[in-house]
């Protein structure tokens, strides 16, 4: 039986950085995080074995004189304000693609208030990454997750669309279409897909066909796990989305001649490689 791990699948740079930067600040001793540094439960749980200790933004703004490290995801401009007025020292990990988001979500905010615009910004509603796009602009964007939230936008006024950098390109060209299909030239679009992920799907497909079973691996609070999952499945019925080495079951796998091992952005390579140890040892 072939098993292979797919090459193009694992940590993106930015949360290659971010866990590199706590291990480095670890060694200096106690450490904060907000929120999971990744969407990995395997990756979180080795990095507390380690001291580092997940708080969420009500903890973090009771916080005093300590060392908090801000995760790839980026964080609202209130943090960093909390941080300065409580001594925290802030360890800052955000990935710089969402930094330059940030920055030009806030310079077209402060241009289209004046036209009593709003910003639109397509992905996840509560997702970390869009919680700090959204604070770029006061509170004041609107997310839309479907094409159902389209009816909420007001097209009397300018409108300025960005992205998620984790989201499909395919859902936001089809989103960014149907706006523009509505505001006209009211509407300008900029497209802040993070290519890292836009350019796995099609490797993703590729992957998939060579094949007989792909064992998919990520967190269960992975929203870019679940989307590449779902293009896997689209390609292969014989898909299974698992967590761990724990989550295989031998029905998975009757038959096959090849397996292909994929996981999310998220997706540490030593879990993939456990996976891995285990098929080639039967």
């Known amino acids: ?3 292979e791990i797919d090459e193009n699948s694992g940590f993106c740079t930015g949360v290659v950085n971010a866990i590199r930067k706590a291990e480095e600040e670890l060694s200096r001793g106690e450490l904060y995080c907000i929120g999971d540094i990744v969407h990995n439960s395997r990756e979180v749980e080795r990095l507390q074995r380690k001291g580092l200790k997940t708080i969420d933004h009500g903890k973090f703004a009771l916080l005093k004189n300590c060392r908090v490290l801000f995760r790839a995801h980026g964080e609202p401009p209130l943090s960093y304000k909390q941080a300065e007025e409580n001594g925290i020292e802030v360890i800052d990990a955000s990935c710089p693609v969402v930094l330059n988001l940030q920055k030009r979500i806030r310079e077209a905010y402060e241009q289209v208030k004046r036209e009593q615009g709003k910003i639109v910004i397509y992905g996840k509603r509560g997702h970390a990454e869009v919680i700090g796009l959204v604070g770029q602009t006061n509170g004041e964007a609107v997310v839309v997750e479907n094409e159902a939230d389209i009816e909420q ?3 009397s006024h300018p409108i300025v669309l960005f992205s998620q950098t984790t989201k499909s390109l395919e859902g936001f060209q089809n989103i ?3 706006i523009k299909e509505r505001g006209g030239a009211g509407v300008i679009v900029h497209d802040t897909i993070c290519r890292k992920v836009a350019n796995r799907i099609p490797q993703l497909r590729n992957f998939a066909k060579i094949h007989d079973v792909i064992i998919f691996v990520c967190g269960e609070k992975s929203s870019n796990g679940r989307q590449l999952f779902a293009i896997c499945r689209e390609e292969n019925k014989r898909t299974y989305l698992v967590q761990s080495v724990e989550n295989i079951r031998p029905e998975m796998l009757e038959g096959a001649e090849s397996i292909g091992i994929s996981g999310a952005t998220s997706t540490p ?10 098929l080639t040892e039967q």
């Open 1 to 3: 039986m072939r098993v």
């Open 153 to 155: 936008l007001n097209f």
């Open 176 to 178: 960014s279409a149907l």
């Open 269 to 278: 390579a030593w879990v993939m490689e456990e996976i891995k140890k285990k």
